[in-house]
């Protein structure tokens, strides 16, 4: 169950990342800001779209890049706090 | 109106516009020429609950929906531009501290943000910098008890009388935000006057000499500063704006309806010379979209939908530019009587151009709001293939 989980979210992430930006493929662990496949402005509204879809709340302890900086942390961090 | 107001929105906005009626509209152009909003004005809108108008009740809030927070916004700016101003920075700071706030900071700041009893200020624009964000090289540096912070800011909106400041910077490269108390020992605040619009918007340059800032008055972590933190600001600072410009817009349009209603040349209305109807046409139009645009976004942020985003860029580049246009277009129409100072559109015309430059310049929003469509259909192609 918690594999089926962390697929959907995974690919829920993915396709909303893919439906803003222009490029064909997204490996799951490409940095999207330092390869510059989005500018900084996205992370705001990937950050939105995280606490929509999966009902989470987004804390200044959350506060770092690096919870969203892959489809792969992402996707980490949305579990993450699912399971808190 | 646009109809998808609800009963309690439309009560609202009725209630703001009649708050402006009596006790902004008719002083605007003398507080205008002063460069002064009297305190006690300020102090009635934080009693009315304007300044914690989005804000939680236990931060002393009103728990007012985003659509509402537009309404407010539009009713102050056609009353006077430059109070919408400051309805603006205390939203921007306000949710900062919301949204990325400690709860200590929360406790201590939100309350008095929301009443009004303090006015906040946010320093992010730089001499040297303008609307490049990224290029800002204030710099914090970590002693190892606290923070070091120096640099300048310029620019910055009610900066003389604001009490707190919400400012960004770097630490070793990395953007950090900060709050910034005013008696703090090393801020140096240096009046801006005599700007073309937006005169009582009490415009400052910041002076940072070493300010020793406490652990405690960090906001959020280094490298999420002009990432996450500022632009949750700018966003709610770009809703104030777009609104605030549509409120003038509507301010220009019921001026040259009533003036070329009343206004007879050789004995006809002006109203029937078919140049002024053009001109009424194109900015009745533009009112509508504006307010289509602003309203749309305003729902989709309540709706936390991440396209918000780029509704809000589109509401404030579309409303501060027909809000220039119709500003023209007014003093047009009035002819001599609209360039004299004692007549409102002088002051929307010269108001007009500020919300073209503030939150981020036209340009700026041109070149966002281009890529995002450029990215669109580069990736509509591809699924098409």
């Known amino acids: 169950m918690e594999h089926i989980n962390k697929n959907n979210i995974n690919q829920k992430i993915k396709n909303f990342i893919l439906n803003a930006i222009q490029i064909p493929d997204l490996r799951d662990d490409d940095n999207l800001f330092e390869t510059g496949i989005v500018n900084s402005l996205f992370a705001v509204q990937l950050l939105t779209f995280l606490e929509k879809s999966f009902n989470i709340r987004v804390s200044p302890e959350d506060l770092l890049m690096e919870n969203f900086q892959s489809v792969d942390s992402a996707t980490s961090f949305v579990l993450h706090k699912q399971s808190v | ?245 549509l409120g003038l817009l509507r301010a220009c349009f019921e001026e040259s309806i009533s003036y070329a209603s009343e206004r007879k040349v050789s004995g006809l209305p002006l109203g029937d010379k078919e140049i002024i109807r053009s001109l009424l046409a194109s900015m009745g139009t533009d009112l509508n979209a504006a307010s289509l645009l602003c309203y749309s976004a305003c729902r989709a942020e309540d709706e936390h939908l991440p396209e918000a985003f780029e509704k809000v860029l589109m509401a404030k580049y579309f409303s501060s530019k027909a809000a220039v246009k119709a500003a023209s277009n007014a003093v047009q129409i009035k002819g001599a009587a609209g360039c004299n100072e004692s007549d409102p559109v002088a002051r929307y015309y010269r108001d007009a151009k500020i ?10 929003h041109e070149s966002i709001l281009g890529k995002l469509f450029l990215d669109k259909t580069h990736k509509e192609e591809l699924l098409s293939a």
């Open chain 2, 1 to 245: 109106m646009i109809s998808f107001l609800s009963e309690i929105q439309l009560e609202l906005y009725n209630s703001f516009k009649g708050f402006v009626k009596e006790n902004i509209k008719p002083f605007a152009c003398e507080w205008d020429k002063s460069a002064e909003v009297p305190y006690k004005t300020i102090k009635k809108m934080g009693k009315a609950g304007y300044f914690g108008s989005f804000l939680p009740k236990e931060f002393g809030g009103q728990e007012w929906d985003i659509v509402t927070y537009g309404l407010l916004n539009e009713a102050v700016g056609n009353g006077m531009a430059a109070l919408a101003d400051l309805l603006t920075i205390q939203a921007m700071v306000s949710i900062i501290l919301l949204k990325w706030g400690t709860e200590t900071q929360k406790s201590e700041w939100l309350e008095q943000l929301a009443s009004g009893k303090i006015i906040g200020g946010f320093a992010l624009t730089e001499p040297d910098t303008g609307s490049d964000i990224q290029s800002i090289e204030t710099e914090f540096i970590d002693d190892g008890n606290c923070f070091r912070l120096n640099g300048s800011k310029k620019w910055i909106s009610y900066g003389q009388i604001a009490d707190l400041f919400v400012v960004f910077g770097k630490i070793n490269g990395k953007p950090l935000a900060c709050i910034l108390p005013r008696k703090s020992e090393g801020l140096e605040i240096i009046p801006i006057n005599n700007m073309m619009g937006y005169r009582t918007a009490k415009l400052a340059r910041l002076n940072f000499g070493d300010i020793r800032i406490p652990p405690e008055n960090i906001i959020g972590k280094p490298g999420t500063a002009l990432s996450l933190i500022a632009p949750v600001g700018l966003q709610y600072g770009r809703i104030s704006t777009a609104c605030a410009a």
């Open chain 2, 355 to 364: 919300f073209e430059i503030i939150e981020g310049t036209s340009q700026i």
